[in-house]
Every structure is written in structure tokens, then in C-alpha cells.
């Protein structure tokens, strides 16, 4: 029991330790004052209608969400064959490669970013929104074949041989048998890589331009000129919405689907 | 010509040394043949050649007398259970039976017909909506069973497809298995390491060791005549002694005492082997031929009986028996191979 009760308290401080910043955010919001402030004097509303007026704010996130979705997208059809391949096949040099797809996630994103910036704007003059596109997919690829290459690694590749032995061809078995039993997976790294693509910020910093702006770069563009509470209450919009989102996939695949 | 025919059939994995060299296997419309042997000897690599999975580097696979080598998997309508059983853990018991005869779009009042029909012959009434998750070990392995012969596959192939159940249920289901068989009067290819399950359902045994097959024939025959030393050692057979022909029946050891023995062969020399099961012990004073003594190494208690390893003028010699008068280690023992059990290689 005495144990239990330590480790209840440290539960609880860790808990605090996450929690209290997000309850701080959340209080802010609603200060009348015009810059940022704890605790609050007076009580308002006018952040929010603020920053659901925002053109810049409003279109950024709108950006942002179709960049996320785009770019995961476009990962989740590269990199489900890629982790198939590696997960079926003995492919020389398989240690390598699945080191490469990591490297991302290893090297420092301003890295990344000023890297792109130089090869793709500077040089090659793509268009701001494709390099940007082309950014995001580099990001979130590495977390879509490590998450859908390990649920992979859990599946008896003989059930794949039982439906081929019964008559069907191999690419039909491909999306009847594998791909049902790992939407587990992909789920999660769809999820990952939004949020991945969705937050970034060093890449993105590099990538944009006139007219192209993700939210978390115009949220520091923001926060650069002026400190006043429409930052707070545009991030509890966004809090409400991830805790809308994530009822919704409790209700349907529940959040254990998740973490598998 | 054979029902199903592999000929000179090798493959390799790595271009450099074969899994398999040159093996060849006839099978007889409606038997059940094992391919049997330790792990690495080959049986499971025949089984994929035969299953589409492996295509050989040379060789023919011939099946009632039309050329499959290079048909691929999903156009040679065989019914396989894999090891794993390989079950669709995301489709119902109906589903999982009833999907080799959707693959091949037949109406749906068929299929429903024909999985009912095998759901009854394989004993899973009433599970039909259950998923594999809720199933148990047993249970699993007649799904598995039942979506192989639903399709009515000119070849059944198991790939040691009792080894997860446990010791009860496995011989359950190997009388199920060869009831079904037999009732069907499918041509099964089975694939185990656990020479009792195989000799109690197979019409025929192939021994395989390092890619090829060592002795093909009945299970009483390999039981009690192997033709190599490898089949003998991997049947049972413990002791091995080096004998050289004289004269007839006669054969003597190296230490120059005289073994005769019912089945001889016409080499000169060999080996006599027998097991420890059909030695009998003498009394010391008996000077017969086929017998020698020895000191007593080991004891050890195996529950219906006592085995003793003894050190003797020819070897180690192990012996079960000697209930009636317990030997101590270092004792002297005198046994007697008779010879109507002695097997040359």
C-alpha cells in the first residue's frame, strides 16, 4: 500500500508537470488585458472572435490541415509498399535502407529545412507550395514506414500463401488479406504523420513564402509583433478540435488501436 | 505414371549449394504419403516446390499427368495448412472456409451449400459467425482443414499441421485428419518431424536427410527394416555394431565373437543395428552366439522400464529392460541381440 501511495503521488506530479502549462494556455485566453498575463484580470471572449476573425490565421490553419492531409497521404502510398517490401523480402543491404528512411527523424529539422530551401528554392526555383509539399512528405515518410513496417512485422506472411494457394492473384491478395489486418498501423502513422506535418516548424520556416503560410508559422509571426491573448484562444480552438478528433477515434477504433 | 510425380527436382536458395539435389517422389492417386526427417533435411522446401511457392532450378513436377512446374500458386487449385494454420483473423469461420470458392465467384447459394456441407463433415457446427480470435487450437486447425477442402483440391499438403496442439488433441486430430482423408480419398502430401504421428496416419513414408530421400516405403517396412544407418538412427534404432560376413547367417564382430542374423545382406561388411528395446539380458554364464557383456555406465529410470548404457568389447550398447533384477553401475551385464531383431545397414 505504501508504495502504491508513492507512486500515486509521482503519478500525480508528472501529471501536473504535463497538465498545468496547457491549464495556463487555457486561462490566459480569456484576460482582458492585451498582453498575455497570469492569472487574469477580468473575464472575456474577445480573443476568441478575434481569432476566428483572423484572415491570416483562419487561412493558414485551412493550409496547414490540406498540406498535413496531402502530405501523409502521399506517405501512406509510397511508404506501405516500401515497409511491405522490406517486411516480405530479404533485401540486400535491408539494415541500410530502413536507416536511411529513418534519417530523417535523425537529422535536425532546421538542418532539413535549410537544406531543402537551398536545393529546391534557391536552386532548382520550384514553387514555394510544392517545396513546402515536398517537405512535409520528407518528414512524415520515415514515420509511416517505421509505424506500418512494424505492424508488418507482427503479420503471418502464411496467411498471404493461404490465399494465394486458394486462388487468388497477388496483388488482390495484397488488398483483401495484408491490408485489413494492419489498418491498425496505418491508422496510427496516418495520425502520427498529420500531427507530424501539421505541427512542424523548422522545415516549414525555410519552406514558405509570399501568400504560403502553415499556422505554426504564422503563430510565430504573430507572436513576433505583439504578445496579446489571441494566440492562447486560437490554440484552445485547436485543443477543443484534437479532443473532438480524438473522441471520434475512440468511438470507432478506440484509442488502443493507436498504440498497437 | 504415378499420380504425382517429382523428378530430379533441386533447388537452391543461394545459387551455391542445393536444398534439394535431385529429388524424386511418385505418389499414388488417394494416398497419404509423409515426408519425414529432422529440420533442415528438405520436407518443408518439397512441400513448397509442390505448393507453387519455390520454383526449382531443375527438375519436373508432373500432377495426373499434366506439367506443373511452372504454373504459378493461385492456378494449381491445391489446398494447403500451414504450420501457423494462417487463418484471416479479420473474417468469420464462413468467411474464412467459404473464401477459396469466392475467389472463384461461384453463385452464392453454392458456396453457402458447399461450406455448410464441409462445416458438418469438419465438426464446427455452429461456429460459423465466430471469429479465429475465439476459437481454440483444435478448433483453428479444422477451420484451417475446412478452407483447404472446400475447393475440392486435386492435392492436399500439411505442413506440420498438428505440431501447436498439445499431445491429446494431436492424436485427435491426426485420426480426424486421416478420416477425412480416406473419406474423401484426397492425395495428401504431409510434412512432419514426429515419426509416430506419421507412421500412424501415412500409406507411405519418405526419410529425407539433406535433400533427398533416403528410404521411401511403407511404416512398417521403414519401422522394421531401415536401409540406411541415417533412417535407422532417426527411427529408434540406438546401437550400431560393425560386422563382417562369414560364412550363411554368420557375421562376426571386431572382438571376434559371432552374431548370427535372420535378414542378411550380401555385403561384406556392415552394420548390425537393433533397439535397445529388443536386446534381452542373459544370465552371464550363457556363451550362445549374439550375445556379449558389458559394464554398466548409466542407469537411467524411464518410468515402464530402465535403460542401461554399457561399455562393452563392441561399443556402447544401450539396453531397456531389467525389471526383475536391478543392476547397480559397474556391474557386469551379459545381453543378447536376437536375431531375428538385428537390422544390417
Not at chain 1, 4 to 32: D, H, Q, R, S, W
Not at chain 2, 188 to 195: E, G, K, M, R, S
Request: charged share 20%; hydrophobic share 45%.
Amino acid at each position: 500500500m505504501r508504495k502504491n501511495k508513492v507512486l500515486g503521488i509521482y503519478t500525480f506530479i508528472v501529471f501536473a508537470f504535463l497538465m498545468i502549462p496547457l491549464l495556463i494556455i487555457v486561462v490566459t485566453a480569456f484576460g482582458e488585458a492585451d498582453i498575455v498575463q497570469f492569472p487574469i484580470k477580468g473575464f472575456t471572449l474577445k480573443w476568441f472572435s478575434k481569432a476566428i476573425n483572423s484572415q491570416s490565421f483562419v487561412s493558414s490553419c485551412l493550409f496547414s490541415f490540406k498540406l498535413a492531409i496531402g502530405a501523409t497521404l502521399v506517405a501512406l502510398l509510397v511508404g506501405v509498399p516500401a515497409a511491405y517490401a522490406l517486411a516480405r523480402f530479404t533485401v540486400w543491404g535491408k539494415g541500410l535502407i530502413k536507416g536511411f528512411f529513418l534519417s530523417p527523424t535523425i537529422v535536425p529539422g532546421t538542418v532539413l529545412g535549410f537544406a531543402l530551401f537551398q536545393v529546391m528554392i534557391v536552386k532548382m526555383h520550384i514553387p514555394t507550395a510544392v517545396g513546402l509539399f515536398c517537405g512535409h512528405f520528407l518528414i512524415v515518410l520515415p514515420y509511416v514506414i517505421r509505424i506500418v513496417g512494424s505492424s508488418l512485422e507482427e503479420f503471418d506472411f502464411s496467411m498471404e500463401e493461404a490465399a494465394w494457394t486458394l486462388g487468388m492473384g497477388k496483388i488482390k491478395t495484397f488488398f483483401t488479406i495484408v491490408l485489413p489486418n494492419i489498418t491498425s498501423g496505418i491508422s496510427a502513422a496516418f495520425l502520427l504523420a498529420f500531427i507530424n506535418s501539421f505541427n512542424n516548424v523548422p522545415v516549414s520556416m525555410f519552406m514558405t513564402g509570399p501568400g504560403v503560410n502553415t499556422m505554426p508559422t504564422t503563430l510565430m509571426g504573430y507572436l513576433e509583433s505583439g504578445f496579446d491573448p489571441t494566440v492562447p484562444a486560437f490554440s484552445v480552438l485547436l485543443m477543443i478540435a484534437t479532443i473532438g478528433i480524438m473522441f471520434v477515434v475512440e468511438k470507432t477504433l478506440g484509442i488502443a488501436a493507436l498504440s498497437q | 505414371m504415378a499420380f504425382l510425380n517429382l523428378s530430379d527436382i533441386c533447388v537452391s536458395y543461394d545459387k551455391k549449394h542445393n536444398v534439394l539435389e535431385g529429388l524424386n517422389l511418385e505418389i499414388n492417386e488417394g494416398e497419404l504419403v509423409s515426408l519425414l526427417g529432422p529440420s533442415g533435411c528438405g520436407k518443408t522446401t518439397t512441400l513448397r516446390v509442390v505448393a507453387g511457392f519455390i520454383e526449382p532450378v531443375s527438375g519436373k513436377f508432373m500432377l495426373d499427368g499434366e506439367d506443373l512446374t511452372k504454373v504459378p500458386v493461385h492456378k494449381r487449385n491445391f489446398g494447403l495448412v500451414f504450420q501457423s494454420y494462417a487463418l484471416f483473423p479479420h473474417l468469420t469461420v464462413f468467411d474464412n472456409v467459404a473464401f477459396g470458392l469466392k475467389v472463384k465467384k461461384m453463385n452464392k447459394a453454392e458456396i453457402e451449400k458447399r461450406v455448410m456441407e464441409i462445416i458438418e463433415v469438419c465438426d464446427l457446427k455452429g461456429l460459423e459467425k465466430r471469429f479465429p480470435a475465439n476459437l481454440s487450437g483444435g478448433q483453428r486447425q479444422r477451420v484451417a482443414l475446412a478452407r483447404a477442402l472446400v475447393v475440392e483440391p486435386k492435392l492436399l499438403l500439411l505442413d506440420e499441421p498438428l505440431s501447436n496442439l498439445d499431445a491429446k488433441l494431436r492424436i485427435n486430430m491426426r485420426v480426424e485428419i486421416k478420416r477425412l482423408q480416406s473419406k474423401l480419398g484426397i492425395t495428401t502430401l504431409f510434412v512432419t518431424h514426429d515419426q509416430e504421428e506419421c507412421f500412424s496416419i501415412s500409406d507411405k513414408v519418405a526419410v529425407m536427410n539433406g535433400g533427398v530421400i533416403e528410404q521411401y516405403d511403407t511404416p512398417e517396412n521403414i519401422y522394421s527394416a531401415p536401409k540406411t544407418e541415417f533412417v535407422a538412427r532417426f527411427i529408434g534404432f540406438e546401437n550400431f555394431i560393425d560386422l563382417s560376413k562369414k560364412e550363411g547367417s554368420a557375421y562376426s564382430a571386431k572382438d571376434g565373437s559371432i552374431f548370427i542374423v535372420d535378414n542378411g545382406q550380401d555385403k561384406d561388411v556392415c552394420k548390425g543395428t537393433i533397439r535397445p528395446d529388443n536386446i534381452t539380458i542373459v544370465p552371464l554364464s550363457d556363451n550362445s552366439e549374439n550375445t556379449v557383456s558389458g559394464t554398466v555406465l548409466v542407469r537411467t529410470f524411464l518410468g515402464k522400464t530402465y535403460q542401461y548404457e554399457l561399455e562393452t568389447a563392441l561399443g556402447k550398447i544401450v539396453v531397456n529392460g531389467g525389471n526383475d533384477e536391478l543392476f547397480e553401475t559397474g556391474q557386469t551385464m551379459r545381453v543378447k541381440l536376437p536375431a531375428n531383431k538385428i537390422v544390417l545397414v
